[in-house]
Nanobody, 115 residues
Framework: QVQLVESGGGLVQPGGSLRLSCAASGFTFRNYGMFWYRQAPGKERESVATIGVFSNTAYAGSVKGRFTISRDNAKKAVYLQMDSLEPEDTAIYYC?????????WGQGTRVTVSS
């Protein structure tokens, strides 16, 4: 079955960095785009970054220039490098993909940016 497992969240000070990872299984990873979303307390889930099958990328305006999405098809993994973190980046971060069989989400990893 399809599984997406995020890791790498934690507590970091403003200006710091974190690297999130998402390990995928149960589908042909290289054939599908991958997405990072986040949901802050009291807010709706929002798209953060996207990477296509040719490693073409897109970012939300609020993270452009600070976050970098990448993928490793051999490891079936997608990453989100987050630099210059701000308190407003505090959220649960989710990995997502959309397949012919449906829409799949990981369980999320919590990122807290605070001094």
């Amino acid at each position: 079955q399809v599984q997406l497992v995020e890791s790498g969240g934690g507590l970091v000070q403003p200006g710091g960095s974190l690297r999130l990872s998402c390990a995928a299984s149960g589908f042909t990873f290289r054939n599908y785009g991958m997405f990072w979303y986040r949901q802050a307390p009291g807010k709706e889930r929002e798209s953060v970054a996207t990477i296509g099958v040719f490693s073409n990328t897109a970012y939300a305006g609020s993270v452009k220039g600070r976050f970098t999405i990448s993928r490793d098809n051999a490891k079936k993994a997608v990453y989100l490098q987050m630099d210059s973190l701000e308190p407003e980046d505090t959220a649960i971060y989710y990995c997502h993909t959309a397949l012919p069989t449906g829409s799949y989400w990981g369980q999320g990893t919590r990122v807290t940016v605070s001094s």
